[in-house]
């Protein structure tokens, strides 16, 4: 199998980067796949067993993540679009199916705007359809103790936003997927100067994904017990995209690729290659949905 490419790319005073891998008898369009607000391109070789029997992977560090610039403030979620294409255009592509999670999702949705002839399937999952004025107040909690200089405090409150802490749901791998977040999230404020600001702007500013969209297969998918937007918000939002499927998985909530890896991965290279989701063992009915898959 050939060595992954990694490129780095300029735009509007900006460098990003992105890693392609590249596999020997491609069947579909590359996956590319943009995930959470500092998951840079490193984070994904989780999916490499999935993807490369059927297409190539890309993987980015979009401005803010990994190595890349953090976007200024006057630059948006466009700058991150045309980023985006960029990387399509430099690797010659004319489409790719395209995997957003969390984040990532909103700008995946907004490029399938932008330009629903470059992508063939679009795969959307743990869409932050709405920030609740809750989740909003966490953040404010723990950007005052982060401000205080106790990171460490800063990571504990985000924890009630990011994962869930019912204790009567029942969350596969809920201990050790507690423990990476809290160090993830700790390495990203503090290893990096512009972690935090880069976090801030992902939950303050305005990124609902609406207008719907048309002319791109879509599913949209999460853990059942996602808490930055909740499978029935993610259900709602799936009705207003045309030809779009929707699939809750079981016993996850949003960090559903570290709680159910095999099961994610699976059910995106499922939509991707055309084959059936509906009907996975690891997926559970929402009451009241009508699910097209």
Not at 54 to 60: G, K, M, N, W
Not at 79 to 84: D, E, G, L, S
Not at 123 to 142: F, H, N, Q, Y
Not at 233 to 257: K, L, M, N, P
Request: hydrophobic share 40%; with cysteine; aromatic share 8%.
């Amino acid at each position: 199998m050939p060595e992954p490419l990694t490129r780095t790319l300029p735009l509007d005073g900006l460098t990003f980067s992105y890693q392609a891998q590249w596999t020997d008898r491609p069947t579909i369009e590359p996956v590319f796949v943009i995930g959470g607000v500092l998951q840079g391109m490193h984070g994904w070789s989780i999916m490499e067993r999935h993807v490369l029997p059927h297409a190539a992977l890309i993987s980015v560090d979009l401005p803010g993540a990994g190595e890349s610039t953090p976007l200024r403030p006057e630059q948006d979620m466009e700058t991150m679009c045309r980023a985006v294409e960029l990387i399509i255009d430099d690797l010659g592509l004319d489409r790719v199916n395209f995997l957003g999670y969390s984040f990532g999702s909103a700008v995946a949705f907004r490029c399938a705007q932008r330009r629903p002839e470059r992508i063939a399937r679009l795969a959307l999952g743990g869409v932050p359809v709405r920030i609740s004025e809750k989740l909003i107040d966490l953040w404010m909690r723990g950007a005052q103790r982060m401000l205080e200089g106790d990171p460490n405090g800063f990571v504990e409150v985000l924890t009630e936003m990011f994962l869930c802490c019912d204790t009567g749901a029942v969350i596969r791998n809920r201990d050790v997927v507690r423990q990476l977040v809290k160090r993830m999230t700790l390495r990203a404020v503090t290893a990096s100067a512009h972690g935090f600001r880069t976090m801030e702007r992902s939950v303050l500013e305005n990124l609902d994904p609406v207008g719907g969209l048309a002319g791109v297969p879509t599913l949209v998918f999460c853990g059942e017990h996602d808490t930055i937007s909740s499978a029935r918000e993610q259900y709602e939002f799936s009705q207003t995209i045309e030809d779009c499927a929707f699939a809750a998985i079981g016993e996850a909530d949003h960090w559903v690729f570290m709680q159910r890896r095999e099961e994610a991965s699976d059910l995106v290279m499922r939509f991707f290659t055309g084959r059936p989701v509906a009907g996975m063992d690891y997926l559970t009915p929402l009451a009241g949905a009508s699910l097209r898959a």
